[in-house]
């Protein structure tokens, strides 16, 4: 069973210039807040791209639908779904943060259906896995305090937001946790790009990602952004400009 996630399809007004692309956007996050106000969307249909954005379970705008699994394999079989349906062909991907791990799976289990794999933020771990969910159930329902830095640090993105319901997020978390990220297990074959701030602490371990593409053969290229942070390095014009190169524009 495919989840029904919110899509909305981006035309370009200019001569298509290649792929569709699809945009996944980060935990507590959203399309519009990861990719459409850091104005990815307009560079890229400026580009001559036509785009896919998708919200995942619990976010965005109406954020309570998609009740059933949502575990990443789930996910993933739900973004094949879409780029089916849609008939364009092959697509390209740019994930960021948990939409990079995403993404990766995405492409490694459909290479089919992707051309090029962009992820921007990403680790070799799960950027969920050492978030201490009772905790963070706990300070919401009673107000206890969070100990954890970690958590505390993904409550107060999450909690940043208003249209985020964390209760949602929650369930979202407990999912991802159920199926543990190895990207070792499936690489995808598909050109990537991996993109990070140097200052990313959660993106240290990014050159594993990297030494597992050059392992299997994988064309791949890496690109660190001085001075920026896993918080703002998606807003980077370098990010984007480079995202385009890398796509043929």
Known sequence: MTLDLNLRVIRTNAEVSGPSVLFIHGFASSGELNWERSRWLKYFTDAGRNVLLVDLPGHGKDPHRNEGNWAPSQIRQSLAAIVMELDEGPVDVIGYSLGSRLAWEFAAFNPDLVE????????????????NLAQAQANVTSG?????????????????????????????????????????????????LLVAGDQDDLATTM??????LRDAGTANEVLWLAGRNHANAVTSREFKEKALDFLGN
């Open 207 to 212: 050159p594993r990602l990297r030494r597992l």
């Open 144 to 192: 206890e305090p969070i100990n954890d830095d970690y958590t505390a640090t993904i409550m107060k993105i999450a909690s940043a937001e208003p249209s985020n319901d964390l209760t949602t997020l929650f369930e979202l978390i407990e999912a991802i946790k159920s199926e543990p990220y190895d990207p070792a297990a499936k690489i995808p074959s598909v050109p990537t």
């Open 116 to 131: 090029h794999l962009i992820m921007g933020g990403p680790g070799a771990g799960d950027p969920l896995a050492a978030f």
